[in-house]
């Protein structure tokens, strides 16, 4: 277990709290996304799985008291957890990766992560924010390279470094397919909260203010990618609880080319006005 020496980046208030304590009270019945990805974490951090011929890909684990509800999502959309395969990790703050060590260890993923955020988490532990709340450490298996996809079962992954929400925060970019062949690109930005690219949040924790540079920039390289599904590692970050259709396999509504260039803009947008530029 990790000391918190440093204070929690700005997040809604109570949110981990309730998502620790109460876990019960973010739960939310999973929704398919796009032909082969699927919702499966809580109304507050996202969670996503991915069918493949050859097994389950697992991105991001949320929580640690949040394990039996993603279990339980995988099990109500008729897959078995035991089936995951890999766990990709796209940062190493608690909400994202407070789960991976119990998941890895039921199912016997491979989990992978950045280079750089495995350096983040373990020479700046407290920095994962895991605020007491119950934490194993993990192995990694193996890292991202934006030169080398992930493949598996006839799903293809590209992952892009974007730092600066963390130094490793890693971007993903799934290549499905529908049953007519029809390909779907889901973007999937690994990290885009402003708390951790402040001035305060810098004073504090002896980060490197350069990570605000690294933030734009990952943004601005990622502006313009063709994106025909833009999902969020915090759903809310895109509206998406909010297009839910009554039929949950239905992915229809998540289908729009304009959604990722338009959250990617409105992120810059935010960021200038916080530094002042806007």
């Not at 109570?14 to 109304?43: A, H, K």
Request: net charge negative; glycine share 10%; charged share 25%.
């Amino acid at each position: 277990m990790f000391e918190n020496k440093y204070p929690k980046p700005k997040t809604p208030q109570g949110l981990l709290e309730q998502g620790c304590d109460r876990p019960w009270e973010v739960d939310i019945e999973p929704f398919r996304v796009s032909p082969n990805v699927y919702y499966v974490g809580n109304t507050w951090v996202g969670g996503y799985l991915v069918r493949t011929d050859e097994g389950l890909i697992l991105i991001d684990s949320t929580m640690h008291s949040q394990v039996y509800l993603i279990f339980e999502a995988i099990r109500k959309l008729g897959f078995d957890p035991k089936d995951i395969k890999l766990l990709l990790c796209t940062h190493g703050h608690y909400d994202h990766i407070g789960a991976v060590r119990p998941i890895a260890e039921y199912s016997g993923a491979s989990v992978y992560m950045s280079k750089e955020e495995e350096v983040f988490i373990t020479e700046t532990p407290d920095l994962m924010y895991t605020c007491g709340y119950s934490f194993g450490s993990f192995e990694v298996d193996e890292y991202f390279a934006d030169n080398k996809p992930i493949t598996l079962g006839g799903i293809t992954i590209r992952t892009e470094l974007t730092p600066g929400h963390t130094p490793g925060t890693t971007s993903m970019f799934i290549e499905d397919r529908d049953a007519d062949g029809k390909v779907y690109v889901v973007g999937l930005h690994g990290g885009v909260g402003l708390g951790t690219v402040s001035d305060r949040y810098f004073e504090e924790t002896g980060q490197p203010a350069s990570l605000r540079d690294d933030y734009l920039n990952g943004l601005l390289r990622l502006r313009d990618r063709q994106v025909d599904i833009a999902i969020a590692s915090h759903p809310a970050h895109v509206g998406m609880l909010d297009k839910i259709p009554e039929d949950r396999s239905d992915f229809s509504p998540f289908v729009d080319a304009s959604a990722w260039g338009e959250f990617i803009e409105e992120r810059i947008s935010l960021l200038k006005q916080m530094t002042g530029e806007a």
